[in-house]
């Protein structure tokens, strides 16, 4: 009897950690809303991020997201997070992705022309 009720423990012990992808996005940001013609992003590497609700004070998984992209934007210094996936697990949301900091475009050397 003690074998089956530890078991089962085990089993809800386990099935609570689950990790679950929710969402992949090809780009995402907190701090920026577009990259403006002239710059480029350039790969800071991999990025990640967390956050959880508050256990005692949910008030539901609105924003959990935004959060998590925050968190993974302070930590990394990152503008954009490319290649993005978000995994849910209990009360938590994480993201993974590639960090990419703007940076203004290069422009080629131009040559003077002699004048005659």
């Given amino acids: 009897m003690k074998t089956l009720i530890l078991a089962a423990l085990l089993v809800g012990v386990t099935s609570c950690a689950h990790k679950v992808k929710i969402l992949d996005a ?7 809303t577009s990259v403006e013609p002239g710059q480029n992003l350039v790969e800071i590497g991999d990025v990640e991020g967390e956050f959880c609700a508050d256990q005692f004070n949910d008030k539901g998984s609105v924003g959990l997201i935004d959060m998590a992209v925050q968190n993974a934007q302070t930590k990394s210094g990152a503008d954009w997070i490319t290649n993005a996936s978000f ?4 009360s ?20 003077k022309k002699k004048v005659k």
């Fill in 26 to 32: 090809s780009a995402v940001s907190m701090t920026q």
């Fill in 87 to 90: 995994w849910r697990s209990g």
């Fill in 92 to 111: 938590c949301v994480s993201v993974t992705g590639t960090g990419k900091k703007l940076a203004a475009a290069t422009t080629p050397a131009t040559t």
